[in-house]
């Protein structure tokens, strides 16, 4: 079975300071993940994704997640906030094995980003 | 390029009424996925299409939720009847192909409110 945990439900940073979003996974097979943003009112966006090529994945916006096997981590970071980055972020983990869940998208709770001035 | 569409964007019914949703999927995505994000959790697959086959539909609950994908292309999303508990955004989103090196491409949402 295939699961993410966030840690953190709700992060508050002030404006310029670094993001540090916490994400686990847990997969049987070897994984692909992925972070996705959800501003109020609008779709889901992928930020970045892993998929066994570098371990240092960097995405847009000036985002960044290291996939680090050992802790079975994929931390979502930023060095400086901006105002634009509140929003909700998702750590996303799905299945490189074959079968009916190939591919299948396991989403974990969210974590909300708030940026204060 | 135009991205998935939805309508409606906000639903409210009563419950054991009837509801259905509509997705209209980027052209040529021929992967196709119906998700249910409840307030304060992630987004949880209901049922993927590969072309106007149905894939996945472990997690749909098939005593009131129904789908469909016309010709391959659009889909549309059934409840009926509707529970308290449906009350939810439902998502819609689409892909290239089958397999996560394949990015899903994600709808605005269809907002419902069963009261």
């Known amino acids: 079975a295939q699961s993410v945990t966030q840690l953190d439900s709700h992060v508050s940073v002030s404006e310029g300071t670094p993001v540090l979003l916490r994400c686990n996974y847990s997969?049987?097979?070897?994984?692909?993940l992925f972070w996705y943003v959800q501003h109020p009112n609008k779709g889901l966006q992928l930020l970045l994704k892993?998929?066994?090529?570098?371990?240092l994945v960097k995405g847009i916006n000036g985002f960044e997640a290291e996939f680090k096997k050992s802790e079975t981590s994929f931390h979502l970071t930023k060095p400086s906030a901006h105002m634009s980055d509140a929003a909700e972020y998702f750590c996303?983990?799905?299945?490189?094995?074959?079968?009916?869940?190939?591919?299948?998208?396991?989403f974990g709770q969210g974590t909300i980003l708030t940026v204060h001035p | 390029e135009a991205g998935v569409a939805q309508s409606p964007r906000y639903k409210i019914i009563e419950k054991r009424q009837s509801v259905a949703f509509w997705c209209n999927p980027i052209?040529?995505?021929?992967?196709l996925y119906w998700y249910q994000q409840i307030l304060g959790q992630g987004p949880k697959l209901l049922i993927q299409?590969?072309?106007?086959?149905?894939?996945?539909d472990s997690q749909l609950p098939k005593d009131r939720f129904s789908a469909e994908r016309l010709k391959g292309v659009d889909s549309t999303l059934k409840i009926q009847p509707a529970k308290l508990e449906d009350s939810a955004v439902y998502l819609c989103?689409?892909?290239?192909?089958?397999?996560?090196?394949?990015?899903?491409?994600f709808g605005p949402g269809t907002r419902l409110t069963v009261t």
């Open positions: 892993y998929t066994s090529a570098a371990t």
């Open positions: 052209s040529g995505h021929a992967t």
């Open positions: 299409f590969q072309n106007n086959g149905v894939v996945d």
């Open positions: 997969s049987s097979y070897s994984p692909s």
């Open positions: 996303v983990v799905s299945y490189n094995a074959g079968g009916t869940s190939y591919g299948k998208l396991t």
């Open positions: 989103a689409s892909s290239l192909g089958f397999g996560s090196s394949y990015e899903q491409y």
